[in-house]
């Protein structure tokens, strides 16, 4: 298998295409697919595929868009888009029926700043928003991650133990436009790594039935538990199928959550995207000039949020850094937030946020050196730093 | 604060904002820029007298090239949006712009709820056939067998809408079609479409130099309607059933009550309140 320069773009619209045909043997693939900046590439990639069965569907907005993958995935196909910014906010409505009729629909995000003021450029603030609507949640680093991510997501999300829908996130531009070194699947290697999509409700000529009729709370609530409870079988089945991933492209695919430095470090910089790639960057230069002992988290599943792991890597920190490419007006940055609510608890370490790439700037190696210089100077935790302003 | 009565009559220029325009060189949304600034010239509203919303694409951009009130709004929702302005205030001159995506797609259902509701604003749509934002995609007006869009790459296989046959069937009390490559003519129809008193709708053809270059020919096609408008609609449905598409000028213009949220008699909440006291 040879590399190629490809974007982040190129490698979920190639995933979800050998994705698609992967599904020929059952009930084919489809596509609902309506442009926007910066995520066009993908759905434009995904409508060259002729799948030998389903259909790339062009519609007139983000909300049918969704809605027909909602359809498709009812019928037991394999089902994917792609969306970004406020494209997204105009899709949620369905996009929270896609979680609550369990369907397993996977959904490549290119995280861009919500407008108005209109802005294309970078901010995890669209997918954020969506942190409660029991979707899976998982930011990528790089165009490879990218890649095997949108892979392992349909593979997750079809799982029987799980069948939740998926989000795929990348940085608008950062990961979305720039080439990077891929090593790309082959449609052979796909079609042994994900078995055929069986979505046990989907329709059945023999038992027709009605899906989504009005229910009594007694009857939401049991509902609601069981998006909890299979919310929370996700690590463990993410682990499995990582395994099963490694065994098909004899290569590792990025963790859940990714340490690097963290068995010395007394400071712990948490990250998330294209961030993570430059705070290693940092922490290499920081490691070898010897005097800081600096490590970093770097979170790819958001939801559901790895709270066990997280707490086992920060254990023996004095501090914690958190950087965040959003901002939830009032209470900073929302990895942030969570970060302090999965370490709560008696002796957990001084945490403090930072406002890194909001709206698109650019988090560039200096910025994260005054991140690092901020944290390391700091004896208690303040309100988040902002940079940029 | 002088009174618009004694300043000086403001010419097309001055309904122009400093910015410049970042529609490629060519393209046809100049030529509605000036339309719409000759038009409010010609009718002498004053600038703050004006607004202007716009939703999402290229010709959206138009607002902050304006300078008059303006807002960008979201994709496709200019019209909903427009509508309250206007019934907070019913003495501005309400202009709603954008292109055919974002009218006639993703907006497409405030579209024709909007004539149907028929308030006093006038709705010009710069019609190239294609999503230009997003490096041209097929739009609802695009032909079923235009195949050069990625999305598309084997057509649409849908038949185009005729906005001005939508508008009609939707109830649109001034119906108009205009050309870029005549922006005289494309003012004067802006002229009659903001002096009428209801929904009024202009599309204007305007070609897209970058995705569809093929539209450059449009100028050798597009002539006047033959006939004077009319206030029969079966008749405009007729005309514009036999119409290619190609033929400028008002089509249709009809009398009816421009809906005005409010008015009527004042609401009691004092005995509504009482209904619940114990």
């Known amino acids: 298998m040879s590399m190629q320069l490809v974007t982040g773009n190129h490698a979920a619209g190639h995933a979800f295409g050998l994705a698609g045909e992967a599904n020929r043997t059952a009930r084919g693939a489809v596509c609902g697919i309506y442009p926007i900046t910066p995520q066009t590439e993908i759905v434009e990639y995904v409508a060259k595929f002729s799948f030998s069965k389903g259909a790339v569907v062009p519609v007139e907005s983000e909300h049918s868009a969704m809605g027909v993958c909602l359809g498709a995935a009812m019928n037991g196909a394999r089902s994917f888009t792609a969306s970004s910014s406020n494209g997204l906010a105009y899709m949620a409505e369905n996009v929270m029926v896609a979680s609550f009729y369990r369907l397993p629909i996977v959904m490549a995000v290119v995280n861009r700043t919500l407008g108005p003021p209109w802005n294309i450029w970078a901010d995890q603030g669209d997918s954020l928003m969506f942190r409660d609507f029991a979707w899976i949640q998982l930011y990528c680093e790089t165009s490879q991650d990218v890649a095997d991510t949108s892979l392992l997501a349909f593979r997750l999300a079809e799982d029987p133990r799980i069948m939740l829908p998926v989000m795929v996130c990348m940085d608008g531009f950062i990961i979305s436009h720039t080439s990077m070194e891929v090593e790309l699947a082959e449609q052979e290697q796909v079609d042994r790594f994900l078995p055929p999509c069986n979505v046990p409700h989907k329709l059945d000529f023999d038992q027709p039935k009605t899906m989504g009729g009005m229910t009594f709370p007694q009857e939401t609530v049991a509902h609601r538990h069981e998006l909890q409870e299979a919310m929370g079988r996700v690590p463990a089945v993410f682990e499995e199928h990582r395994e099963r991933f490694r065994d098909v492209f004899d290569r590792d695919l990025a963790g859940a959550v990714e340490a690097y430095y963290c068995e010395d470090a007394d400071t712990i910089f948490v990250t998330s995207g294209s961030i993570s790639t430059t705070m290693r960057d940092v922490i290499d230069k920081r490691r070898e000039r010897g005097d800081d002992k600096v490590g970093m988290v770097a979170i790819k599943m958001f939801r559901p949020f790895p709270v066990d792991r997280i707490r086992e890597l920060c254990a023996g920190a004095k501090k914690v850094g958190v950087l965040d490419r959003n901002c939830s007006a009032d209470r900073g940055g929302i990895f942030w937030q969570e970060i302090r609510a999965a370490m709560q608890g008696g002796g957990h370490p001084l945490i403090q946020g930072y406002l890194t790439g909001v709206g698109g700037c650019d988090v560039i190696p200096k910025t994260v050196h005054e991140v690092v210089d901020d944290l390391l100077g700091r004896s208690e935790a303040g309100e988040p730093v902002w940079k940029g302003v | 604060m002088a009174l618009a009565a004694d300043r000086p009559p403001l010419k097309a220029r001055d309904y122009k904002s400093d910015i410049k325009p970042v529609w490629c060189p060519g393209c046809g949304d100049f030529a509605v820029l000036?339309?719409?600034?000759?038009?409010?010239?010609?009718?002498?509203?004053?600038?703050?007298?004006?607004?202007?919303?716009?939703?999402?694409?290229?010709?959206?951009?138009?607002?902050?090239?304006?300078?008059?009130?303006?807002?960008?709004?979201?994709?496709?929702?200019?019209?909903?949006?427009?509508?309250?302005?206007?019934?907070?205030?019913?003495?501005?001159?309400?202009?709603?712009?954008?292109?055919?995506?974002?009218?006639?797609?993703?907006?497409?259902?405030?579209?024709?709820?909007?004539?149907?509701?028929?308030?006093?604003?006038?709705?010009?749509?710069?019609?190239?056939?294609?999503?230009?934002?997003?490096?041209?995609?097929?739009?609802?007006?695009?032909?079923?067998?235009?195949?050069?869009?990625?999305?598309?790459?084997?057509?649409?296989?849908?038949?185009?809408?005729?906005?001005?046959?939508?508008?009609?069937?939707?109830?649109?009390?001034?119906?108009?079609?205009?050309?870029?490559?005549?922006?005289?003519?494309?003012?004067?129809?802006?002229?009659?479409?903001?002096?009428?008193?209801?929904?009024?709708?202009?599309?204007?053809?305007?070609?897209?130099?970058?995705?569809?270059?093929?539209?450059?020919?449009?100028?050798?096609?597009?002539?006047?309607?033959?006939?004077?408008?009319?206030?029969?609609?079966?008749?405009?449905?007729?005309?514009?059933?036999?119409?290619?598409?190609?033929?400028?000028?008002?089509?249709y213009q009809t009398d009816y009550p421009a809906f005005q949220p409010g008015g009527g008699e004042p609401g009691d909440p004092g005995q509504f309140e009482a209904e619940f006291r114990i």
């Open chain 2, 34 to 251: 000036s339309a719409i600034t000759k038009a409010l010239a010609f009718l002498e509203r004053p600038r703050e007298e004006v607004a202007m919303i716009t939703g999402i694409g290229c010709s959206s951009r138009i607002a902050a090239y304006t300078r008059v009130y303006g807002f960008h709004g979201v994709h496709g929702r200019a019209l909903a949006l427009a509508g309250g302005l206007k019934a907070a205030r019913p003495d501005l001159t309400v202009l709603v712009a954008g292109g055919d995506g974002d009218g006639l797609s993703i907006g497409g259902n405030h579209f024709i709820h909007a004539c149907r509701r028929n308030m006093d604003m006038t709705y010009i749509v710069m019609d190239n056939e294609v999503y230009g934002m997003t490096k041209g995609q097929a739009s609802p007006t695009t032909d079923a067998d235009w195949d050069r869009s990625k999305l598309t790459p084997r057509g649409t296989g849908i038949r185009p809408f005729n906005p001005a046959a939508l508008a009609l069937t939707a109830g649109a009390t001034f119906i108009a079609r205009g050309f870029t490559g005549d922006p005289n003519g494309l003012a004067k129809i802006l002229v009659s479409a903001i002096e009428h008193r209801g929904f009024s709708f202009v599309q204007a053809l305007s070609p897209c130099k970058t995705f569809r270059p093929e539209q450059m020919e449009w100028k050798k096609h597009v002539r006047g309607f033959a006939q004077p408008p009319t206030h029969i609609g079966a008749l405009a449905a007729e005309r514009l059933h036999a119409d290619d598409g190609m033929s400028t000028g008002v089509i």
